[in-house]
């Protein structure tokens, strides 16, 4: 791919789908961690053949051209720092869940040089030891786009969204990026709060799942306006999902059963600046978290 190296910023199990996913395509790639980039290996499952995956750091970091962030949505905004190793025109594509547009943007305005673009990832991974990972589902996706719908895709995001699934490029990604804030707020938050192992759990008390729906779909409408969708469409969508992904554990379940900071605050938090009448059941459930 000549001179168009690609990093990834972080080395959780985001990261390792993405790492995976472009060793498949045969990208050249690497790893930044918390103390910049790093030679990560691990060992990634997948329709039952395991790949060893070894990341070494190119010699010359400034032929970085697209850059992943595949942390946590309270780790963005620091995580932008490491756009300082490059050179301008770098692609900066962020993966983290929640409502993180005023990140992005903030982000933009602060390296103007660089393209920033928003996503996010269905590509359902559990970590299964110390560096490594299995694939769960071989449904999910990583879709991408741009903060104005106005702007094209690059020459390098045709070579990687052409090149095979799971990668998907989006126009209109702020818009599904927030039908998946309001899935995840339903399904994380529930399954967290109430510590639920699966996700299928949830069906099992199917007011409670509909009645936090209807207040992240209301929040939703309160932050955006109109979602573009029909709510009888979300609420089917994001029941296939539950059953899709039945036996898997949320990772925000995860977080709290490790004794790990959640994402709550980009989710069900964003009930907190609303009237205390609003959005009870939002308000509680991020209370617990």
């Known amino acids: 791919m000549g001179n168009r190296i690609i990093a990834i ?14 060793t498949e395509l045969d990208f050249e790639f690497y790893f930044i961690g918390r103390n910049g980039p790093t030679e990560w290996s ?5 329709d039952g053949q395991a790949t060893y995956i070894k990341s070494f750091v190119p010699k010359d970091l400034t032929k970085t051209s697209l850059v992943f962030f595949c942390v946590k949505s309270y780790d963005l905004a620091s995580s932008f720092q490491q756009l300082k190793l490059f050179s301008q025109n770098v692609i900066a594509v962020s993966l983290a869940n929640g409502e993180v547009s005023q990140l992005l943007a903030s982000g933009q305005n602060t390296f103007k040089h660089h393209l920033f673009r928003a996503g996010f990832s269905t590509v359902a991974v559990n970590k299964q030891q110390q560096d490594e990972f299995t694939l769960r589902s071989s449904k999910g996706e990583i879709q991408f786009g741009p903060l104005k719908t106005s702007d094209q895709e690059t020459e390098l995001e045709q070579a990687i969204t052409s090149a095979g ?36 759990d949830l ?5 409670m799942l509909t009645a936090v729906f209807d207040e ?9 306006g109109g979602w573009g969708f029909a709510r009888g469409d979300m609420f089917s969508t994001m029941i296939k999902l ?13 977080d709290v059963r490790f004794g790990r900071r959640t994402e ?7 009930a907190i600046d609303k009237e205390k009448s609003k959005y009870p059941l939002l308000r509680s459930l991020h209370a617990l978290l």
């Open 9 to 22: 910023v972080g080395t959780g199990s985001v990261a390792s789908a993405v790492g995976w996913t472009l």
């Open 242 to 254: 539950i059953e899709d992904t039945s036996a898997n554990e949320s990772s925000m379940a995860a």
């Open 216 to 224: 992240a779909y209301h929040l939703g409408k309160d932050l955006w």
């Open 264 to 270: 709550s605050q980009y989710l069900a938090g964003l």
């Open 203 to 207: 069906l099992v008390d199917m007011p």
């Open 42 to 46: 691990y060992t990634f499952n997948a």
């Open 165 to 200: 699934t799971p990668f998907v490029w989006n126009p209109r990604i702020l818009l599904y990026q927030r039908r998946k804030w309001l899935f995840n707020t339903v399904i994380n938050t529930l399954t967290a709060a109430r510590k639920l192992p699966c996700n299928g």
